[in-house]
């Protein structure tokens, strides 16, 4: 009864990802949500439509090693869905996924005259969501233990309108929901602030999956 009472929870907690901009602190496993792609059918989009917008990191299939600081691709056209990567990186930097991008017809760029979210692990060994929009914003934190530069992260957001849920590793880190100027861009990518941090399995579907 109690496992019962605490999956359902857990559950509204998702669906709603709470009405304010507060964290669902919960481990537990979410659900797959409703499909928002082509006539209810999964679009599943691969990385290859990644460009250099700042910086420069190689490519190798499906893997992406920075070899600047300050190192961002980016591209694609997925609004809302599941972003989710792989990621080695050292407690000294930032790295992950952005998504909700609009460059406003810019080729290269960094922060300016851009805007995105973006979904790191962060230096001193931090979960954190953010959003550059005329400024940098931090929208919600989680510590996790110091980051091992060894272990492959998996990282993955959900992003469904304006409400974001967020995972390391398939423990759910927290939900937020974005009621200011929340962005509507449709493009993604990986960022990292440091050289030799390495992506891997970088996949974008439509689906809301949450588990």
Known sequence: MKKLCKSLLFAAAIVAVLPCAACAQNTAKGARGPDLGNN???IEITSNDLRQASG???VDGNAYTSVTSNSLIAGGSMQNGT???TVRST??????IVFGLSRENREYFWEAGVSYYFYFLGQGGY???????????ILQTKKIDAINAEHA???KVVKNGNRMVCFVDGELMFGYKDLENSLTGKEYGLRTGAPGVTFADFQVTSEIDYI
């Open 40 to 42: 209810g059918a999964a």
């Open 91 to 96: 407690n000294q930097t930032d790295s992950g």
């Open 83 to 85: 972003f989710s990567c």
């Open 56 to 58: 420069v990191m190689n």
């Open 153 to 155: 992260y998996e990282l």
């Open 127 to 137: 979960a954190y969501l953010g959003k550059v929009n005329n400024g940098w914003y």
